[in-house]
């Protein structure tokens, strides 16, 4: 797949005056942008009162985008609905878990489930899709904004509850179905009748982990079906596609059945926001990647909506400078803006788009910085931007490396070890985020594919850490799999209505093997390992037929092979996990490069990139990478 690569930004026109956007269109052209995202909080704008549009606007500032050579992202205002929509809906609100109102006053002030609210958003989308479904200068969509954004994923509004007894009764027909799916016997917790199902939230002590699951599944359902909403009315005025733009480490719904019915995945890269917010590491290393941010935690989700999007994805907000939102907002290291655009060009990214292009002096976001100050003199991140335009022209387009890795990638898995960590810290993002860092160390390229994923013959090692539950396609994938699979823990050990299954797990395909149980481990305790590296966090009693590769040293089995399938029984560190990886990989042909501190590689059909995420020069070969710094060599392929 050819990937054309281009620039962009999000820009609210509705905050400047209309004297000032000829200039800045303008001044985005000369930059060398080539796409505009603009429209996806201006519900108010558009229309002030139920029923009373003022689209004039509108369409005067993608008629003067469009002269200058701009293609516009439209989005769709559905994220923030004005005061008068509560007015007209005041149980439209999604409510906490408390019990309390998520009022208005901000954003994503609205529940999945509210069926009046639905038709509201229905009735927008349809009158933009009209008006502007073939407009030359619109060249794609985005559906409302940020879904999960804020915690708004879960609502546990009467209008939730409702939706949600009604998606039980479609799930398990009947109600002796669901007591019997979900052991209500244990408790007593059974039901007569649909109506008496609550949502799992205000109990005494913790709720029905199968309760809570079909809770998690439904939630991420009314998130996939308000999404097809939109796309099915965009869909009939427009042949432009349509993305939506996904988070970092929100997991509340399942991206790849969103995903499928848009064109395009996007996502909003903040990563020092992101290092300070939404990443387990010591305090130490935060200090040090403060300006930088995480050397892997974009890399994993470049890759990650590469495969929702099909192969189509972008970065709809690139972090330019000083959030607002984080604990901490350091402004970036100089270079780090340039070294996160080709970062994601390198994972396959067809557009980066800067958020946003000129700080606003107002409300919650003004201190979030953009390319330009609010007086409008360039802030530092648009000589960045301007220095990756002019290197995007010297550069022929590429296509995407064939990578003989593979990962797998669960949100289902993500809800199950929220509702049921069994340890603290024990959670499923951060085990496959540590398979992801490992693999990365050694300089590989990664594919993220789904927990569906019918064929795996692409790649040489498939890694499936913590896959709550083996699908049946995957199951098949597997058994037809040539290549190195690379398990647990916690593989396989839960049915799909959250109970131990028989045979007990992980019941692999060619893994004669039994966990007898599972602990979770103290911060304080860990199990060294006979080869390399030791178990944190979690450990499983396993008793096998399969040869036993490693032992922890009191002689237990913890890594076992039968066949092409190792199962690790135990979260590995990093050292465990380079030693095993690497030698899957030497044992595969596929070629390995430990990189130096910090920094990391990318390979497209082309060229390798190399990634300094660190604050001191790099070598690489014989060439030094500079802090925050980016070299790319011309591949060899093989």
Aim: hydrophobic share 40%.
């Amino acid at each position: 797949m050819t990937i054309n690569r281009a620039l962009g930004t999000c820009y609210y026109p509705e905050h400047w005056p209309h004297e000032q956007w000829a200039d800045d269109a303008r001044r985005m052209a000369e930059l060398g942008l080539k796409w505009v995202r603009i429209g996806e909080f201006a519900w108010s704008q558009i229309e002030p009162e139920h029923g009373q549009f003022e689209l004039n606007w509108l369409d005067q500032v993608i008629e003067i985008l469009g002269q200058h050579g701009l293609k516009i992202v439209l989005g769709t205002p559905t994220a923030t609905p004005p005061r008068w929509m509560i007015d007209r809906h005041p149980d439209m609100l999604a409510v906490d878990q408390n019990g309390n109102p998520r009022k208005f006053g901000s954003r994503r002030h609205y529940c999945f489930s509210h069926e009046g609210y639905r038709a509201e958003c229905a009735r927008i989308v349809e009158i933009l899709a009209e008006r502007y479904g073939n407009n030359l200068h619109v060249a794609a969509w985005q559906t409302d904004n940020e879904y999960g954004c804020h915690d708004t994923v879960l609502s546990y509004s009467d209008a939730a509850a409702k939706a949600f007894r009604t998606w039980c009764e479609e799930r398990y027909g009947t109600i002796e179905a669901l007591n019997e799916a979900w052991g209500n016997i244990f408790w007593s917790m059974e039901y007569n009748d649909f109506d008496q199902i609550d949502l799992p939230n205000l109990t005494v002590t913790e709720a029905n982990p199968a309760h809570c699951m079909a809770f998690r599944r439904f939630s991420s359902d009314q998130v996939v079906s308000f999404n097809k909403l939109q796309t099915e009315i965009l869909k009939r005025y427009t042949n432009a596609p349509i993305a939506h733009n996904y988070m970092g480490r929100i997991t509340e719904f399942d991206h790849f059945d969103v995903g499928e019915d848009l064109e395009i995945a996007s996502w909003d890269s903040y990563p020092l926001g992101f290092l300070e917010d939404r990443i387990d590491a010591d305090e130490q290393f935060k200090h040090d990647h403060s300006r930088q941010g995480h050397p892997d935690f974009q890399a994993f989700h470049h890759d990650l909506y590469r495969a929702v999007g099909k192969g189509r994805w972008w970065v709809m907000e690139q972090q330019p400078g000083p959030v607002n939102w984080a604990p901490y907002n350091p402004a970036p290291l100089p270079g780090m803006v340039r070294l996160w655009t080709w970062e994601a060009f390198a994972h396959g990214a067809e557009s980066v788009m800067y958020f946003r292009w000129r700080q606003a002096p107002f409300a919650q976001e003004q201190m979030h910085s953009g390319l330009l100050r609010p007086d409008s003199e360039t802030a530092p991140a648009f000589d960045e931007a301007s220095q990756v335009a002019k290197e995007l022209a010297d550069m022929a387009s590429d296509d995407l490396v064939d990578a003989k890795v593979a990962l797998v990638f669960d949100y289902q898995s993500v809800w199950a070890t929220d509702i049921q960590p069994q340890g603290m810290g024990c959670h499923y993002f951060d085990l496959i985020f540590d398979h992801y860092r490992a693999a990365r160390k050694l300089g590989l390229s990664i594919d993220i594919v789904p927990p569906n994923c019918a064929d795996l013959s692409a790649y040489k090692i498939v890694m499936l850490p913590g896959l709550v539950t083996l699908s049946d396609q995957l199951r098949a994938a597997l058994e037809k799999f040539d290549g190195l699979v690379l398990a647990g823990p916690r593989t396989n050990t839960k049915t799909q209505e959250f109970s131990i299954p028989t045979p007990l797990p992980p019941n692999l395909p060619g893994l004669e093997a039994t966990i007898e149980y599972a602990e979770s481990l103290r911060p304080t305790v860990s199990l060294a390992l006979s080869t390399r590296g030791n178990f944190t966090k979690w450990h499983e009693k396993i008793s096998t037929t399969a040869d036993i590769v490693t032992k922890t040293l009191d002689g237990s089995a913890a890594i076992i092979r039968q066949a092409n399938t190792t199962y690790v029984a135990g979260w590995a560190d990093q050292e465990a996990l380079m030693f095993l990886i690497s030698g899957l990989c030497a044992e595969t042909g596929v070629d390995t490069q430990p990189m130096p501190q910090s920094v990391r590689r990318r390979d497209t059909a082309k060229h390798s990139f190399y990634f300094n995420y660190g604050n001191s020069p790099q070598k690489v070969g014989e060439r030094t990478i500079a802090p925050a710094g980016v070299i790319w060599t011309e591949r060899i392929s093989t």
